[in-house]
């Protein structure tokens, strides 16, 4: 069973940096894109940051230039660097996945559980 376990959240103060985790674990054939997202109270759900296979990485605005994004192939890993943090960045951030269970042909995206982020300001 595919799993995608988050660890690093926790509260900051405004100005201040966190780094989140995510970890892949379970029968997996490949990863394509692993990414974050989050989502505030009364918000929708948003992309934060996405890094695919060969490195290319995409950013949400809001984020552009305080967030860094990388990946470990080998270790099935995803890591957000966050510096000079916002209130504006309080929200749940979930990792997401898209890839390929070791006993299926195709392509699936999958996520983690989450962990809450609070910058206070």
């Known amino acids: 069973q595919v799993q995608l376990e988050e660890s690093g959240g926790g509260s900051v103060q405004s100005g201040g940096s966190l780094i989140l985790s995510c970890a892949a674990s379970g029968a997996i054939g490949s990863i394509n894109t692993m990414g974050w997202y989050r989502q505030a109270p009364g918000k929708e759900r948003e992309l934060v940051a996405r890094?695919?296979?060969?490195?290319?990485?995409h950013y949400g605005d809001s984020v552009k230039g305080r967030f860094t994004i990388s990946r470990d192939n080998a270790k099935k890993t995803a890591t957000l660097q966050m510096d000079n943090l916002k209130p504006e960045d309080t929200a749940i951030y979930y990792c997401q996945a898209y890839l390929r269970p070791g006993d299926s042909p195709m392509y699936s995206f999958f996520w983690g559980q989450g962990t809450q982020v609070n910058v206070i300001s």
């Open positions: 890094v695919i296979p060969g490195g290319t990485t």
